[in-house]
Each structure stands twice: as structure tokens, then as C-alpha cells.
């Protein structure tokens, strides 16, 4: 069981690294291999931080994001999603299993939605006051959702860094990994101080996902939005295919 483990957090980070939406694999498979709700979302959160820790350095390397806006969502992330993390503490399994009903089909849509996002570059490389609080405001939000539920956070940074800030989608990707990266680990910290980490799991998940996000960032860098679209349908059906097998089971 352990060694499917590792092949599903591998792939998810190869996917979560281009396009977001890597929980979509690894939460149900922390799920299919009998970890209670909480223990998966906090084991979860540990490999995820792992790798996208090297995904985002990557980007970093490559000058492939914008700095200033990265770090003030990446602010804006911390705070929302330990809020998030918290008030999942005080829910019970079953709401949160009802809360994936609700959401999964939202997100689905938003995806869908935006499946062909542009490709050009619409920001003039300035930050204003607007254009901070913009980046503070998607933090937060996609913090608050990324610390209650998590899965398409990546994704759904990445359209709002495109079709609300102008970034193209490699850009956008970068500042999506430091977005996710904070959040990430503002996570964790709730997570590890209430216990709620298996690590004789998530260590070798963690190195599992290690590689795949250094795979994923590599031909994402590379391809750029000719490797990231097809992606993103990717985590689209992946998305899909969770809310029917929520329903049915």
C-alpha cells in the first residue's frame, strides 16, 4: 500500500507543479488506503509542502514569476489558510466529506470555465496600491479555501493570476507555487501540533512527491502553456471523476 502511495503523491506532484490540482490524487488515495479524514488532510499537507517547495524554487531559478505579487498573496495565503486549517479542526468527518460534495462541482465548473486561458503578458511589470491588494485578496482567498478543502488551489491561482492580474501562464504558474507554498505550510503548522501526521507515510510520499514536482516544474518551465493547458483538463476530469465516484460511493 505504501508503495501505491508513493506512485499516486509522485504523479500528483507532477501534476499539482504544471497545473495545481495534485490533491485531486493524493487526498483520495490517503483516503482509498484507510486514513481517517483528518490524519489524510494533515499527511497530505506534509508531502505537499515537500514538493512544492522544489517546484517553487525551480520557478524562482528560471525568473519565472513576479516576486512583489507572489510575496503579497503568499501573505495573504498564510493568513487564510491557517484560518482554514483551524476551522477544519473543529468539523467533524462527515462535514467535511458533505463539504467535498458541494465544492468539487463548483470548482469543476470555474475550471471548465476557464479551461482556455490567454497566454500573453497584460501586466506592465508596476505595482500599485490596487494591484496589491488584488494579490493580498487572491491570497487570502485561495488560502482560506486551500486550508479548508485543498484540492485545485493551484489551478484556480493560476486563472485568477491570469484573468484578474494579466500574468501570462507560465508567470502565473510561478506565482501560484509561492501563493501555494504559503499556504502550504501555514497548513502544516496546524496540522503538526495536532498531531495529525503520519510520518512513517507522508516522509517517503514527500520524497515521491519531490520528484514529481521537480519533473512537472521542469517541462512546465519548459512548454510552457503548451504543456500547462493540457494540464489543467487533466485536473478538470480528475476533478470530474472524484464528484461522480463521491456520489456513487
Same mark, same amino acid.
Given at each position: 500500500?505504501?508503495?501505491? /502511495?508513493? /506512485?499516486?503523491?509522485?504523479?500528483?506532484?507532477?501534476?499539482?507543479?504544471?497545473?495545481?490540482?495534485?490533491?485531486?490524487?493524493?487526498?483520495?488515495?490517503?483516503?482509498?488506503?484507510?486514513?481517517?479524514?483528518?490524519?489524510?488532510?494533515?499527511?497530505?499537507?506534509?508531502?505537499?509542502?515537500?514538493?512544492?517547495?522544489?517546484?517553487?524554487?525551480?520557478?524562482?531559478?528560471?525568473?519565472?514569476?513576479?516576486?512583489?505579487?507572489?510575496?503579497?498573496?503568499?501573505?495573504?495565503?498564510? *493568513?487564510?489558510?491557517?484560518?482554514?486549517?483551524?476551522? *477544519?479542526?473543529?468539523?467533524?468527518?462527515?462535514?467535511?466529506?458533505?463539504?467535498?460534495?458541494?465544492?468539487?462541482?463548483?470548482?469543476?465548473?470555474?475550471?471548465?470555465?476557464?479551461?482556455?486561458?490567454?497566454?500573453?503578458?497584460?501586466?506592465?511589470?508596476?505595482?500599485?496600491?490596487?494591484?496589491?491588494?488584488?494579490? /493580498?485578496?487572491?491570497?487570502?482567498?485561495?488560502?482560506?479555501?486551500?486550508?479548508?478543502?485543498?484540492?485545485?488551489?493551484?489551478?484556480?491561482?493560476?486563472?485568477?493570476?491570469?484573468?484578474?492580474?494579466?500574468?501570462?501562464?507560465?508567470?502565473?504558474?510561478?506565482?501560484?507555487?509561492?501563493?501555494?507554498?504559503?499556504?502550504?505550510?501555514?497548513?502544516? *503548522?496546524?496540522?503538526?501540533?495536532?498531531?495529525?501526521?503520519?510520518?512513517?507515510?507522508?516522509?517517503?510520499?514527500?520524497?515521491?512527491?519531490? *520528484?514529481?514536482?521537480?519533473?512537472?516544474?521542469?517541462?512546465? /518551465?519548459?512548454?510552457?502553456?503548451?504543456?500547462?493547458?493540457?494540464?489543467?483538463?487533466?485536473?478538470?476530469?480528475?476533478?470530474?471523476?472524484?464528484?461522480?465516484?463521491?456520489?456513487?460511493?
Amino acid at each position: 500500500m505504501l508503495l501505491f /502511495l508513493m /506512485l499516486m503523491t509522485g504523479f500528483a506532484g507532477f501534476v499539482d507543479s504544471a497545473a495545481g490540482g495534485g490533491g485531486l490524487i493524493s487526498l483520495p488515495a490517503y483516503l482509498f488506503a484507510g486514513l481517517p479524514v483528518h490524519y489524510t488532510y494533515g499527511t497530505n499537507k506534509f508531502s505537499a509542502a515537500c514538493g512544492t517547495t522544489f517546484a517553487t524554487a525551480q520557478f524562482f531559478q528560471k525568473g519565472a514569476m513576479n516576486i512583489r505579487v507572489g510575496l503579497l498573496a503568499a501573505v495573504g495565503s498564510f *493568513v487564510g489558510s491557517a484560518l482554514g486549517s483551524h476551522i *477544519v479542526l473543529l468539523l467533524s468527518d462527515q462535514v467535511l466529506r458533505t463539504m467535498m460534495l458541494i465544492i468539487l462541482p463548483v470548482a469543476a465548473v470555474l475550471i471548465l470555465w476557464r479551461r482556455d486561458l490567454p497566454d500573453e503578458n497584460r501586466d506592465d511589470g508596476t505595482l500599485n496600491a490596487k494591484k496589491a491588494v488584488l494579490a /493580498l485578496a487572491i491570497g487570502l482567498g485561495i488560502g482560506l479555501y486551500d486550508g479548508i478543502f485543498g484540492p485545485g488551489t493551484g489551478t484556480f491561482a493560476i486563472i485568477a493570476f491570469t484573468t484578474l492580474m494579466g500574468f501570462d501562464l507560465r508567470t502565473a504558474g510561478g506565482n501560484a507555487k509561492v501563493l501555494n507554498l504559503a499556504s502550504n505550510y501555514a497548513s502544516l *503548522v496546524t496540522y503538526l501540533s495536532s498531531g495529525l501526521v503520519v510520518f512513517s507515510i507522508g516522509i517517503p510520499c514527500a520524497i515521491s512527491g519531490i *520528484v514529481g514536482n521537480l519533473l512537472g516544474s521542469h517541462f512546465a /518551465l519548459k512548454k510552457g502553456a503548451k504543456f500547462i493547458r493540457p494540464m489543467m483538463l487533466v485536473v478538470l476530469v480528475l476533478l470530474l471523476g472524484k464528484i461522480v465516484s463521491d456520489a456513487v460511493l
